[in-house]
């Protein structure tokens, strides 16, 4: 790695606090930053996150895209981790630490309010970010893309009558322009717009050697992407932050719980089923990231924006760039751990990282 990835986790704690600090020192500059948006997608954030997720779709060979059946294991434990486990599993810490362990020091009127917007933050998949941490941890990038595309299909069945059970609410109003709107900005065009760029530049003379430069220049683009979408990020939240610290803190701990869990979980389930290295690290991030523009649409849609559901699902936002970081970090540093397994394939052999 070179010294800008190896101290990533101090450019990110420094982004951070610049990002508080500025929300609070220039109110009015997030708030009017904060107000550009389309169905609850901030515009800036979604400009950023093509910056972030396009050196990833670089790297797709859509002609190749039928080989992703043979991580069909990969696929499958994704699929049980994001729809058995997640929603559940994060039901259960809510329950645990907003009605008991934490109860004490949260507004009690808001108690109903916070659990319910941490089940609708677990109940939405990850979707764009989900290039950006399989790209940290070079993942394969057509089974990242195929998994994402699949989860989405099913969210738009799946996603009200999961919410709709674990609150207990007969109907929900899903949000579905937030969630179509969100399928084309983070998927469709930027997949598109890749996939265009990548045909382009292997058509010129020496055209795999400019694809290669076209990425490598990319992904220090999307490196710097992702630290000014943090300040953004926590720039937004900076007066919340400064004056609901304990709130915020207490709600962040369930969400960082259920990250490390579900990770972890489908990381040893893909150990388990031999998946190579390269598929289960992208299965972990994508079994506990959240699609958290479509949770806070929700949130607001069905308990107002003032509410602690709300906040609950912003919490989700804050801590979900350093929680999958943490993740990300975590798989890449048991890579060998990981192999050892009889019976899994090396990387180097199934899952090469030179481009196609």
Request: aromatic share 12%.
């Amino acid at each position: 790695m070179n010294l800008f990835e190896r101290y990533l986790s101090l450019w990110v704690a420094l982004c951070i606090v610049i990002g508080i600090g500025l929300g609070h020192k220039f109110p009015d500059l997030f708030i009017h930053i904060a107000q550009w948006e389309i169905a609850h997608i901030n515009l800036a954030v979604a400009i950023l996150v093509w910056f972030m997720i396009i050196p990833m779709l670089l790297k797709i060979d859509l002609s190749a895209l039928s080989q992703v059946k043979q991580y069909w294991r990969g696929i499958a434990v994704t699929l049980f981790v994001n729809w058995a486990v997640k929603p559940f599993s994060m039901a259960l810490l809510a329950w645990l630490f907003i009605y008991f362990l934490f109860s004490d020091w949260l507004p009690h009127d808001q108690l109903d309010s916070y659990v319910a917007g941490l089940i609708i933050l677990a109940a939405a998949p990850c979707t764009a970010m989900v290039f950006v941490w399989s790209q940290l941890m070079r993942g394969e990038p057509h089974f990242t893309l195929s998994q994402v595309a699949l989860n989405d299909i099913i969210m738009v069945f799946a996603f009200a009558p999961l919410v709709a059970l674990l609150l207990g609410i007969s109907s929900i109003t899903v949000p579905w322009d937030t969630l179509l709107l969100s399928v084309l900005l983070y998927i469709a065009a930027p997949l598109l717009i890749a996939n265009l760029w990548r045909r382009w530049l292997l058509a010129q003379q020496e055209g795999q050697k400019k694809l290669t430069t076209a990425i490598n220049y990319a992904q220090k683009l999307s490196m710097i992407a992702l630290l000014v979408t943090l300040i953004l990020l926590f720039g937004f939240q900076g007066e919340q932050i400064i004056m609901q610290p304990l709130v915020i803190l207490l709600l962040a701990i369930p969400i960082l719980l259920q990250v490390i869990f579900n990770a972890g979980l489908a990381y040893w389930l893909n150990r388990k089923v031999n998946s190579p290295h390269c598929v289960a690290g992208p299965s972990a991030l994508i079994g506990a990231s959240n699609f958290f523009e479509l949770a806070v649409a929700t949130a607001i849609a069905l308990f107002g924006f003032n509410s602690g559901a709300a906040l609950a699902t912003v919490v989700g936002v804050l801590i979900e760039v350093p929680a999958m970081l943490l993740a990300v970090h975590f798989v890449n540093r048991s890579l060998n751990w990981y192999e050892a397994k009889p019976g899994i394939q090396l990387t180097s052999e199934c899952c090469p990282t030179q481009i196609k």
